[in-house]
């Protein structure tokens, strides 16, 4: 089995920091000594990976991608091939990808089409989790067989009625079979009948640019989601995780719910923290720049960032994950000229989250820990990953990065790896980057190099829920 000793960097986890060097056998780590302790300096290896100056910091996971998804007429841009390199260069080395039950399917038919398109194509590793699109008598029994072989965790939809939509009936069996397999209920909480009513008069009114997607995803229509999703889960007796909040009143839902003790989680993702309703009125030479900004949830107003970066802070929001669903702006986004309700919903950025939120520690928004907790170790332990993934410890699988904490970059799709045609953080300089990968012992990026392969990336079944109350 080869070693390999990553020496003098700065390890960072979720719970530690310290001045010391990892010994990898394999595929795993196997042991972590004070740097220069006769300890560390009595491991020999066949590589010696040098750290100095870097933190080493266990390898980011993204709870929410959304490689090759069918979605608004077209399919998010980004292949597993193609989305999962883009997360290694960004010293991502897990994603958890959504598999979609169809209506009139079952969740088995959903489940396999995933893995047929991840299968042998993936650069890291990769979990599922799966939409439930049609919850019917089959598809509640079906949950538990999925929670049996590592699918532990299942979103539904109050928005998009017609499409992927359950009503609260709906949410309320899902979240009774939940409480009772383990499987935790993952909600996108928009108020999604009210929401094409607005849609419906905006268009008829000529509002029909970008920024109106906005205005009809109305923040309190999130909050009201919100709130009536914590409280059938509070009657299911079900753990609750939300995706996406975006809107300051929907983090005092959660807030509340925190406060009176219920297994209540939340989920932010980049694109709320550090973009808002100005991208998304963003006109440029075409008067549909702001395209480029349209996803679900909606970019709120400058003023939100604050309450969510304070509910990272004091653990109201748990974690932070990209909601990757790329479309490029030429050919998919341009669906929705002159109707911006037929604009395909999503953002890239599987490879900017690690960046984005080092940046995050520098401007004093975040611990160092904290940015490993949000984006690798609670990740981890929610979605029954932990201490597989999300940490550096004896026994973890070693997917690492070798952090450059000072290095400067400017994020551009002229330099990007995803397959988009544009970046959402075009031109923002940013200070720190994964200067060496490793997934599962093996180095995928190495400086400017790329050392992956599609196929190296495995499938992760995953536990339950292990950060429950
Ligand atoms: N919700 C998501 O989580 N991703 C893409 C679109 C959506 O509505
Ligand atoms: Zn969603
Ligand atoms: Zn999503
Ligand atoms: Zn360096």
Redesign the pocket.
């Known amino acids: 089995m080869t070693r390999t000793v990553i020496r003098g960097g700065l390890v960072v986890t979720a719970a530690e920091e310290l001045a010391a060097d990892v010994l990898i056998e394999g595929e795993q780590v196997v042991a972590l000594a004070a740097s220069g302790s006769s300890a560390a300096e009595s491991w020999t290896a066949d590589r010696v990976i040098d750290a100095a ?2 933190y080493v910091i266990p390898g980011g996971v993204d709870a929410h991608t959304h490689m090759e998804l069918p979605f608004g007429g077209t399919s998010a841009s980004d292949t597993f091939e193609t989305g999962t390199r883009a997360a290694a260069w960004g010293g991502t080395t897990t994603i958890v990808d959504f598999a979609v039950q169809s209506v009139g399917a079952s969740l088995r038919d959903g489940l396999d089409a995933w893995h047929a398109k991840a299968q042998g194509n993936c650069a890291i590793d990769y979990g599922f989790h799966m939409i439930l699109g049609d919850v019917t008598e089959g598809s509640l029994k079906e949950m538990d067989l999925l929670v049996g072989e590592g699918v532990t965790s299942f979103k539904l939809f109050m928005a998009y009625p017609g499409v992927f939509y359950s009503d609260d009936g709906k949410i309320l069996r899902a979240m009774q079979r939940g409480a009772d397999n383990g499987g935790l209920i993952m909600m996108h909480a928009e108020n999604g009948i009210a929401i094409d009513v607005l849609v419906a008069q905006a268009l008829a009114a000529g509002k029909t640019d970008p920024r109106f997607h906005g205005e009809v995803r109305h923040e309190l229509l999130e909050a009201e989601a919100t709130h009536r999703a914590i409280r059938l889960a509070q009657v299911a007796g079900a753990p609750l995780y939300v995706v996406h909040v975006s809107a300051a009143s929907a983090l005092a839902e959660l807030v509340t719910a925190r406060d009176q003790g219920l297994n209540v989680f939340g989920e932010t993702c980049p694109q709320y923290l550090f973009l808002s309703t100005d991208n998304l009125a963003e006109r440029g030479a075409d008067g549909f720049e702001g395209a480029k900004y349209v996803c679900s949830t909606p970019l709120r107003p400058r003023e939100h960032q604050a309450q969510l970066w304070r509910g990272l802070r004091t653990n109201d929001l748990q974690v932070v994950s990209t909601d990757h669903c790329p479309f490029c702006f030429t050919g998919q986004k341009e669906l929705g000229r002159g109707d911006f309700s037929k604009i395909p919903n999503g953002l890239p950025g599987v490879e900017n989250r690690m960046d984005l939120l080092h940046q995050a520690v520098l401007d004093g928004h975040i611990s160092r820990r904290r940015w490993i907790e949000i984006a690798c170790a609670t990740p981890a332990r929610m979605f029954g990953l932990y201490p597989r993934k999300g940490t550096i410890a004896p026994g973890s699988d070693a997917d690492l990065v ?1 952090y ?1 904490p ?2 400067v970059h400017t994020v551009s799709a002229a330099t990007h790896h995803m397959n988009v045609d544009y970046s959402a953080y075009e031109g923002r300089r940013l200070t720190g980057r994964a ?1 060496t990968v490793l997934s599962r012992g093996t180095v995928v990026v190495d400086g400017d190099s790329y050392l992956g392969r599609p196929g190296h990336g495995r499938y992760q079944p995953r536990a339950t829920c292990q950060y429950l109350i």
Do not use: C, N, P
């Open positions: 100056g870097h070798v450059d000072a290095a200067r």
